[in-house]
């Protein structure tokens, strides 16, 4: 299963956790789990993206720098280029780290 192989949080890290197992199931609609959550240890094992776990972090974070980190490596997907409008999983993501921030 893609949740069982995941990071060995340590007991100073229960927030990442959280964010780790909740934010990318929020971009879940009609994408394969296995993918996502492939994308989402990546993610996590990369130092240039692993604040993408951090709420408080992301609450700072330009909406372009987000985007750069999670298309990095696809936890957010690259909306058709042919469409223009905004990329909702970028939006989702950060207004959900916005509110857990806001009321942790």
Same mark, same amino acid.
């Given at each position: 299963?893609?949740?069982? %192989?995941?990071?060995?949080?340590? =007991?100073?890290?229960?927030?990442?956790?959280?964010?780790?197992?909740?934010?990318?199931?929020?971009?879940?609609?009609?994408?394969?789990?296995?993918? *996502?959550? %492939?994308?989402? *240890?990546?993610?996590?094992?990369?130092?240039?993206?692993?604040?993408?776990?951090?709420?408080?972090?992301?609450?700072?974070?330009?909406?372009?720098?987000?985007?750069?980190?999670?298309?990095?490596?696809?936890? =957010? *997907?690259? @909306?058709?280029?042919?469409?223009?409008? @905004?990329?909702?999983?970028?939006?989702?993501?950060?207004?959900?780290?916005?509110?857990?921030? %806001?009321?942790?």
């Amino acid at each position: 299963m893609p949740e069982d %192989e995941h990071p060995d949080f340590s =007991a100073s890290e229960q927030e990442e956790k959280l964010c780790y197992f909740t934010l990318p199931m929020a971009l879940n609609y009609q994408r394969n789990s296995y993918k *996502l959550r %492939e994308s989402a *240890l990546k993610s996590w094992k990369d130092s240039t993206t692993r604040d993408i776990f951090d709420v408080q972090n992301i609450a700072k974070m330009s909406e372009e720098e987000l985007r750069e980190k999670l298309l990095k490596h696809k936890v =957010a *997907l690259q @909306p058709n280029k042919h469409i223009q409008k @905004p990329n909702k999983h970028i939006q989702t993501w950060k207004t959900i780290s916005h509110t857990i921030a %806001e009321h942790w």
